[in-house]
């Protein structure tokens, strides 16, 4: 399920907690609207490593790509 994936996510960043409602609309944003696979998500993670990895770090990162196609 995409909670069970976004936890994974969140634990790949380090946090090991339920995700909250706006990570839960980022992840279905990222997912839907975006059409980024759980795997090219997970995947982007890798970037997060130049700074602190948060949602909100990831998130740029997506929506880097996401922009450049």
């Known amino acids: 399920t995409s909670v069970s ?5 969140l634990a ?3 946090q090991r ?4 409602e706006d990570e839960r609309q ?3 944003l990222w997912i ?3 059409g980024f696979t ?3 998500i997970q995947e982007a993670c890798r970037e997060t490593t130049k700074g602190t990895p948060t949602m909100a770090y990831l998130n740029g990162i ?8």
Do not use: N
């Not at 994936?5 to 996510?9: A, F, Q, S, V």
């Not at 907690?17 to 909250?20: D, E, L, N, T, V």
């Not at 997506?62 to 196609?69: D, F, K, P, T, V």
């Open 26 to 28: 980022m992840y279905k």
């Open 38 to 40: 759980p795997e090219a």
């Open 32 to 34: 839907d609207e975006w």
């Open 12 to 14: 790949r960043l380090g």
């Open 62 to 69: 997506l929506m880097r790509q996401h922009q450049l196609g």
């Open 5 to 9: 994936r976004l936890r994974r996510l």
């Open 17 to 20: 907690r339920a995700p909250s």
